[in-house]
């Protein structure tokens, strides 16, 4: 899913097939937000989060 919201574009990725796999993504996605980058030939900061990250253990 992909929502664009003021200055950022969040990219929301659903699950992935095996639990470690979400959360390896999820800490990818921390990395590229606190990265702060923003998509070509705009001012929107790219903000990426993984689907129900959070409640993976």
């Given at each position: 899913m992909v929502e664009m919201t003021g200055i950022a574009l969040h990219i929301c990725i659903d699950l992935l097939s095996a639990p470690?796999?979400?959360?390896?993504?999820?800490?990818?996605?921390?990395?590229?937000a606190d990265a702060e980058i923003t998509y070509p030939?705009?001012?929107?900061?790219?903000?990426?989060?993984?689907?129900?990250?959070?409640?993976?253990?």
């Open positions: 470690r796999h979400t959360r390896t993504i999820a800490a990818l996605c921390e990395k590229l030939g705009t001012n929107l900061v790219l903000h990426y989060l993984a689907k129900d990250a959070s409640r993976i253990t």
